[in-house]
């Protein structure tokens, strides 16, 4: 079993519930930004230390919710502050970016950290197509035709030209090239079945990270299985990633209070605007085709549910892990056996649970935890 | 404006050709399928003189004698463009044409202006295996990425068949062609060098292959289209080829709108 440690690296300082998006940044202070920021990488590249295989980042826009609108420039302070831990940029909006400078940026990271990258293509949640003033509707066949770029120009040993629906160069050539051959492993989120099968066909690590319950769990896996199957590869325990809420505590009363109040402030403050924007873009585009709307309308029935979820629920829908370091090495064995995947994405920054919890939580995963999980 | 059909007499016989457009002359090989006019071909009439001649034995027309391999062919066409076109010319050619192109190019390169090769036949590394003609599903993908797009009006069955043979009577084989190879460094054209993304016929090895070897060229991938680049996406294929045939290397450089001022100071 393998551990990814992931942040949002969230602005923890807003207290009103806005609705509104984009969300005004005056609410932001940059000196306690500053502080924030180096909290932040400071607890990743302790991850290494604590015995996580992964460290993880991804991109957001546009709102507290992530402080992290290019988690590339994120990895690079990473893999300066680390040795072997593995960067996982889960992910580069791929549809929102020019794919030429992904590349480059992604075989940067690859070769600066001598091959630790993990690729992350994400198609990004819907809002942000506003922010980066792309159609929703574009999102799939930007996606599908960036990752083929994007893969070309990693490996190419010429250079091309690409001409393409969305993408047009006429000269390519990175340098460096990845050192990784053909290229960095790459993961896609496959929280869908539909975009599980797209996962397999780009032949990309499968990541789920919003759980909801564990029948559509099992249900986008068989979907990234079978597809996989179709295109002539096996998917190994390691290409499949699930994410998990994490609260590690001397107690389990602390655990759950920490957790409880990181869960409630990230839906009902940080998630605000957000929700509004996935909203107006859901409803009002093609963000996902039709037969994939309906899995979304089904999801959003579960996502209410959730809100309503207490702590225990959570822990006992195998959605989170809580509790204290025994505690929480059963849950881990339990959801192995449930679901059988080999990395699980550890998320500890939960909206606003204090930063001096989470150090603790990660020593303690460190010094009773992780070995007794690591052969699972 | 439309092709239309003429015969010219060689010192080898007779060859039919399709002419249409005005502008500067362009002369294309066809492929092992035959003439077939796309819809991206007879856009370039605005701006060329096109020359689509028919390889003898092709299209039910008669074999030569004596023309039996593609430096036989190199050497006719170099007579046909001397009495037809009478002037250097851009050439394009698809697969098997595109094959014959670089024979052509590199035999007669003071003939050549522009060289286009459309996913070029010719070079598949030995022990790479093409497409079983057999497989008519297989082969249909392979050179097809939207075989909706294909005209109504295709050629009867029996000259399809006729025509592979007569591919086969002049490259006797699929691979790797040392002479052809040894070609490769003398082309003086800049040359363009397309391949679909979906192309089931030409391996990518064999486009970097080409890009390797020719001093200067350009590769240019074609997304979303299989061995027929003129078929599946014509208007990406017009866009590449009208603007390299226009603008040269040039045509690596984004001309913008052209709102921009002459003059614009650079910051």
New interface residues.
């Given amino acids: 079993m393998q551990f990814s440690y992931f942040h949002l690296m969230p602005w923890t300082e807003v207290t009103e519930a806005g609705q509104d998006w984009p969300v005004a940044n005056h609410q932001f202070d940059p000196v306690k930004g500053t502080a924030l920021y180096n909290t932040y990488l400071d607890h990743m590249a302790y991850a290494e230390e604590c015995g996580f295989d992964w460290i993880g980042c991804n991109e957001h826009h546009f709102s507290p919710y992530g402080l992290m609108s290019n988690p590339n420039l994120i990895a690079a302070s990473l893999i300066q502050r680390t040795k072997k831990i593995k960067i996982a940029v889960l992910g580069s909006l791929v549809p929102l970016l020019n794919p030429v400078r992904v590349a480059e940026e992604f075989a940067m990271l690859d070769v600066i950290s001598g091959g630790r990258l993990i690729a992350g293509f994400m198609r990004g949640i819907p809002h942000e197509y506003v922010a980066y003033n792309i159609p929703p509707s574009e999102s799939f066949g930007r996606m599908l035709?960036a990752s083929?770029?994007i893969r070309?120009a990693w490996s190419?040993?010429?250079?091309?030209?690409?001409?393409?629906?969305y993408?047009q160069f006429?000269?390519v050539s990175i340098w460096p090239r990845p050192v990784q051959q053909p290229g960095p492993r790459t993961l896609m989120s496959g929280s869908t079945p539909e975009s599980a099968r797209f996962a397999a066909r780009n032949h990309a690590k499968l990541g789920i990270v919003r759980l909801t319950d564990l029948e559509s769990v099992h249900q986008c896996i068989a979907a990234y299985k079978e597809t996989a199957e179709e295109c002539g590869w096996t998917p190994q325990p390691d290409d499949i990633l699930i994410g998990q809420y994490t609260s590690i505590a001397e107690t389990e009363a602390e655990a759950k209070k920490n957790l409880e109040g990181g869960i409630d402030y990230f839906l009902n403050v940080l998630n605000g605007g957000i929700r509004t924007a996935a909203q107006l873009v859901l409803q009002k585009t093609r963000y996902y085709p039709a037969e994939a709307k309906k899995a979304i309308e089904r999801t959003s029935e579960r996502v209410s549910v959730l809100k309503g979820m207490s702590i225990q629920e959570r822990i006992d829908k195998g959605l989170v892990l809580c509790g204290t370091p025994d505690q929480v090495v059963e849950q881990i064995k339990q959801r192995h056996r449930d679901i059988g995947m080999g990395v699980i994405n550890v998320v500890m920054k939960v909206g606003n649970v204090p930063n001096d919890a989470i150090r603790r939580g990660m020593t303690l995963f460190k010094n009773h935890v992780v070995e007794h999980v690591r052969g699972l | 404006m439309e092709f239309t059909e003429h015969e010219v007499r060689l010192l080898q016989g007779t060859v039919k050709y399709h002419k249409g457009g005005t502008g500067l002359p362009l002369l294309y090989f066809h492929s092992a399928g035959g003439v077939r006019i796309t819809p991206p071909i007879k856009a370039l009439l605005d701006k060329h003189t096109i020359y689509m001649p028919v390889v003898p034995g092709f299209d039910g027309t008669k074999l030569l004698n004596g023309i039996d391999t593609y430096q036989d062919l190199a050497k006719l066409f170099a007579e046909f463009a001397d009495t037809v076109i009478k002037a250097q010319c851009d050439v394009l050619g698809h697969s098997f044409g595109g094959r014959l192109a670089i024979w052509f190019a590199s035999l007669y390169p003071e003939k050549t202006r522009l060289l286009v090769l459309e996913a070029p036949s010719g070079f598949r590394p030995a022990g790479m295996k093409d497409v079983d003609p057999g497989n008519a599903d297989a082969m249909l993908r392979a050179m097809y990425a939207h075989p909706e797009k294909l005209p109504p009006n295709q050629k009867p069955r029996e000259m399809a068949v006729e025509n592979r043979k007569m591919a086969e009577h002049y490259h006797k084989n699929r691979n790797m062609e040392e002479a052809l190879v040894g070609q490769l460094p003398k082309l003086r054209a800049v040359t363009l060098i397309l391949r679909g993304?979906k192309d089931g016929r030409v391996p990518d090895e064999s486009v970097?292959f080409l890009?390797?070897k020719i001093p200067t060229s350009?590769?240019?991938?074609?997304?979303?289209a299989a061995h027929a680049i003129e078929v599946d996406?014509p208007e990406?294929f017009l866009?590449?080829v009208g603007d390299f045939l226009a603008r040269g290397q040039g045509?690596?450089?984004?001309a913008g709108t052209g709102e921009e001022p002459a003059d614009a100071e650079l910051a």
Wanted: hydrophobic share 35%.
């Fill in positions: 035709e083929e770029l070309k190419s040993p010429q250079p091309f030209g690409w001409e393409g629906k993408y006429r000269a | 993304t970097l890009k390797a350009h590769l240019i991938y074609v997304y979303d996406q990406r866009t590449l045509f690596l450089v984004n």
